[in-house]
């Protein structure tokens, strides 16, 4: 079984949103309520001229000790075969313990008045008013495709394959001690990567 | 390089350039366009990428160095960059020789700081025939033919080594003579980092770092531009850009600006036609433009006996010690006085009676919206046409809406792939209409067929567009008369026109774009061999080389006198905000310089009342709605993020409203609003009421060049309200 994980380029993040856009389409979630399973930190540090502005693209970490699994009282929040978080909408109760303790604030809840306004938008909506988040497009997965993110990214800066396949670019980039996870200090395990800013490049 | 808009000309090839120099461009990496992939290639690969802008966008964010310039002073640093090869000597010198009109000679005008080019003019086109280079090995001056692709060869066909420069003394027709490129490195010769550095107020060993470095690591790129924030300087800004991207060698070849496939083909085709003694029906790049300046110049080319309003309007201008326009191309110069009954042509009133309002917005998105909005609700104009998807604006002001089709659902022809290097043409696949527009050609159509004119119109299509006018009327004909829209019909037309140039079967190309959307035509390796230019075919410029002096420009000179804006080398132009403002004053407590430009998620303002773009706007809040101004002004103006103020154009007294976001990522002397924004027409959805309009500070002043509205030629005045 693959070891589905994903790295996300600093050095080429262009803060537009795409991924943003694709998500939301592809997962039908509700946007208008800036509920959003995956976004883009647009972070600005320092004084001008100085100042930094940093583009971070985020979503579920998908980890291999995830704290969102430890508190749910329901069993709703569960890592799959394959080893993403998933979320069983039916089981869920609503009590957001879980997007309390997630450290990557990766996790939304679905309000019955986003189902209503779900129902307009998209002509459907999700089984149950429940805690959401990305999936990683497991349902794309499985039909060999990457997930929206992935695909639509424009400047190609998130990378997304299977960790343990050592020729895979992300099993590749992971070895190399390139690619660093967000909050490792909290013991998380995430299957999500960065690569921070290539030394010496900036200057 | 003879294109006539580089948005829709020419790529460039960020994905193999060592380093990228960019002004004025955050769209490079925020817009969909195929651009930002291969910028980001280029970065992976390592490139050095410096980025020329006021404030930290996107873009600038991604830069290896950030120059902070003071806005509107590009063109200072340029040319230091600019000396910087010359001096060094690090320009492609065989490029220069072989396929520009760098060698050719030239002589000082008898007075002012024109350079002539040396010619033989045909008395008949009145085109230049001959220009003069000094031969190296001959040890004399030669002539070489005009239009040729290069100087390799004189019109007799021995071969020519022309001089970058020519010996001391020369002289040619008893004036002394240099060449183009002895003239443009005399005029560049005094710009220094020191000088550049207190115009564009950034640190001379930055602007020393970033001349050393382009004049050092090949191969270098400079950003050939998107749409930016516009001055009086802009032309001669990119100008110097241009003549950057020139002295490299950076032409039509990897790494460099790379004319697109469809302005590649245009123009081996336009050049094969004349070779063959023929005329051409469509011209590429600025031929096409050129095209165009004949119909607004010469009497012989109205069709109706009279010229355009810009032109009559230019005229009134240029009759009255003001500004017209040189080179008029869509820039709605004069528009507004035809409406009010302010123009007139031969003693007789120019009045416009009819405007139609073609899918486009003018009240929103071009200059001064006042202007607009008194014009368009002129009692002397009876009637205005409006023709859309969705009430923006304009539409206010329209006496009789047409509904357009979306896009998603109009059987739209087929496109070329702009933005590709590859040559692929694309075709959409709509979907089962769902509003009740109307395709713009059926309308069209229709009215001339209204106007009894059926037959012209549709002979005037397809001597436009180069089609069989027998077959474009059978698939009229028979469109029209099972009641269908024309779009689908007329796309299967030119796919199978596409089938017959490929040698293809129809129904091999149908499947293909129909199930993919995209053909792929010709590799970019393919086309440059066929048709690089000018290594194959001339360019498309009056002489057909590369032009570092632009004959098109020494012609206005001769037609309306010299202006550095048309100097046909370069010319500095000092950034001139408001009279008297010279770039090392200071700015009173309350005002700034003006720039506006792109946020991630608004590429235009037809794209602003989209409920999903405009939630992923709202997200950011005041960061991409706002008015951008630096703490330092902003604590002393008593302001906060979030706090109501009012702009005041300082030149025109125009004024805007918006809402403060203060952040570092910007000049302490500069503000910055998103272009799209500030949309007023309450029948739209989302986009009513956010951001602030930029057209509500922006003056109804085009420079004389090509009417550009200039969108940063003033400071403004900020307080709270």
Redesign the interface.
């Known amino acids: 079984m693959a070891k589905y994980g994903m790295i996300l380029d600093l050095n080429t993040c262009t803060g537009c949103r795409a991924c943003q856009a694709a998500c939301a389409m592809e997962n039908q979630t509700p946007y208008w309520a800036n509920k959003f399973r995956t976004h883009v930190e647009d972070i600005t540090r320092g004084q001008f001229p100085q100042v930094e502005r940093a583009l971070q693209p985020r979503l579920c970490m998908q980890c291999d000790n995830p704290p969102c699994v430890s508190v749910c009282p329901t069993g709703a929040s569960h890592k799959t075969p394959e080893g993403i978080v998933g979320m069983d909408a039916g089981r869920c109760m609503g009590c957001k313990y879980c997007i309390i303790v997630c450290p990557y604030e990766a996790r939304f809840v679905y309000e019955s008045a986003d189902m209503k306004k779900a129902k307009q938008v998209y002509g459907q909506t999700p089984k149950a008013a429940a805690v959401d988040k990305c999936t990683f497009c497991q349902h794309r997965l499985k039909k060999g495709e990457e997930p929206a993110c992935v695909s639509t990214c424009l400047a190609g800066a998130r990378i997304f394959g299977d960790l343990d396949d050592p020729e895979s670019a992300v099993a590749k980039l992971v070895k190399s001690g390139q690619a660093q996870t967000l909050r490792a200090d909290l013991g998380t395990q995430p299957r999500v990567y960065y690569l921070g800013n290539v030394k010496g490049r900036k200057g | 390089m003879g294109s006539f808009n580089s948005h829709d000309e020419i790529v460039s090839d960020y994905a193999n350039a060592k380093i990228i120099l960019s002004l004025r461009a955050n769209a490079s990496?925020?817009?969909?366009s195929g651009r930002?992939?291969r910028?980001?290639?280029g970065?992976?690969k390592?490139a050095k990428f410096v980025v020329m802008d006021p404030r930290?966008s996107?873009?600038?964010?991604?830069a290896?160095?950030?120059m902070?310039v003071k806005p509107g002073t590009d063109q200072a640093v340029l040319l230091v960059i600019l000396k910087e090869i010359i001096q060094r000597g690090t320009y492609d010198a065989e490029f220069l020789k072989n396929y520009t009109n760098a060698p050719f000679l030239c002589m000082a005008a008898p007075q002012g700081p024109m350079v002539q080019m040396a010619m033989k003019v045909d008395e008949k086109t009145g085109k230049p025939s001959e220009f003069y280079v000094y031969d190296e090995d001959k040890k004399k001056i030669v002539a070489l033919p005009c239009p040729a692709n290069g100087n390799l060869k004189e019109a007799s066909g021995n071969p020519v080594s022309p001089l970058l420069t020519a010996p001391d003394g020369l002289t040619w027709q008893g004036k002394p003579v240099k060449t183009a490129f002895q003239f443009l490195s005399d005029k560049v010769k005094g710009f220094t980092a020191e000088w550049a550095a207190k115009i564009a107020d950034v640190p001379a060993e930055q602007i020393t770092q970033v001349a050393n470095d382009m004049a050092t690591i090949r191969p270098a790129l400079v950003d050939s531009g998107w749409y930016d924030v516009r001055y009086a300087s802009s032309i001669q800004t990119w100008r110097t850009a241009a003549l950057i991207q020139v002295l490299l060698g950076g032409v039509d070849k990897e790494a460099g600006w790379i004319y697109n496939a469809s302005t590649r083909e245009l123009n081996s085709n336009f050049w094969k036609i004349m070779r063959s003694g023929g005329t051409p029906k469509m011209a590429p790049g600025m031929y096409g433009a050129i095209g165009q300046a004949a119909l607004f110049d010469t009497p012989e080319n109205w069709k109706h006996d009279v010229p355009t309003v810009s032109k009559v309007w230019s005229d009134q201008q240029w009759a009255a010690g003001k500004d017209g326009v040189a080179f008029d191309m869509a820039s709605y110069a004069g528009y507004p006085e035809a409406m009010l009954g302010k123009v007139s042509y031969n003693g007789q009133p120019y009045q416009l009676k009819l405007v139609f309002l073609t899918a486009c917005n003018p009240v929103r998105t071009s200059y001064s919206d006042q202007t607009w909005k008194e014009a368009l609700s002129s009692p002397t104009l009876p009637l205005v046409i409006a023709y859309d998807v969705e009430p923006q604006d304009s539409l206010l002001y329209a006496d009789v809406i047409l509904p357009d089709q979306t896009y998603l659902e109009r059987g739209d022809p087929l496109y070329e792939a702009e933005q590709s290097l590859d040559r692929a043409i694309v075709a959409r696949n709509p979907i089962k209409p769902i509003t009740d527009g109307r395709h713009m050609l059926d309308i069209f159509i229709e009215l001339a067929n209204r106007f009894g004119k059926y037959e012209m119109y549709i002979r005037g299509m397809a001597d436009f567009f180069g089609w069989d006018a027998d077959v474009l009327k059978k698939v009229v004909d028979g469109a029209r008369a099972s009641g269908k829209s024309i779009g689908l019909p007329l796309r299967d037309m030119l796919i199978a026109g596409n089938a017959k140039k490929m040698n293809k079967p129809v129904e091999q190309l149908q499947k293909a774009l129909t199930e993919q959307g995209v053909l792929p035509v010709m590799k970019l390796e393919e086309q440059i061999k066929e048709a690089g230019i000018p290594y194959v075919f001339p360019a498309p410029t009056p002489s057909g080389r590369i032009e570092i002096y632009s004959i098109f420009f020494a012609g206005f000179t001769k037609k309306y006198g010299y202006k550095p804006n048309w100097d046909p080398l370069v010319a500095y132009m000092t950034p001139d905000w408001k009279p008297g403002l010279k770039p090392e004053d200071p700015l009173a407590e309350n005002e700034f310089y003006f720039t506006h430009g792109h946020i991630?998620?608004m590429s235009h303002t037809s794209s602003a009342d989209n409920?999903?773009?405009m939630?992923?706007t709202?997200?950011?809040g005041h960061?991409y709605t706002g008015v951008w101004m630096?703490p330092?002004k902003a604590r002393k103006l008593g302001l906060k993020t979030g706090d109501a103020i009012e702009l005041e154009n300082a030149n025109t007294n125009q004024k805007a409203r918006g809402a403060a976001y203060v952040?570092?990522?910007?000049?302490?002397d500069t503000v910055f609003i998103a272009s799209a924004l500030g949309h007023e027409s309450k029948q739209l959805t989302t986009a009513v009421g956010v951001g602030t309009a930029l057209n509500k500070l922006v003056p109804y002043k085009l420079e004389p060049v090509a009417g550009v509205v200039q969108t940063g030629q003033f400071t403004v005045k900020v307080r709270k309200v």
Do not use: F, V
Not at chain 2, 29 to 32: D, M, N, P, Q, V
Not at chain 2, 58 to 62: F, I, N, R, T
Not at chain 2, 663 to 668: A, G, Q, S, V, Y
């Open positions: 990496l925020t817009s969909a930002t992939r910028l980001t290639d970065l992976r390592g930290k996107e873009a600038a964010s991604k290896t160095t950030w902070p991630a998620t409920d999903l773009l939630s992923l709202k997200e950011q960061h630096n330092k952040t570092e990522l910007i000049r302490p």
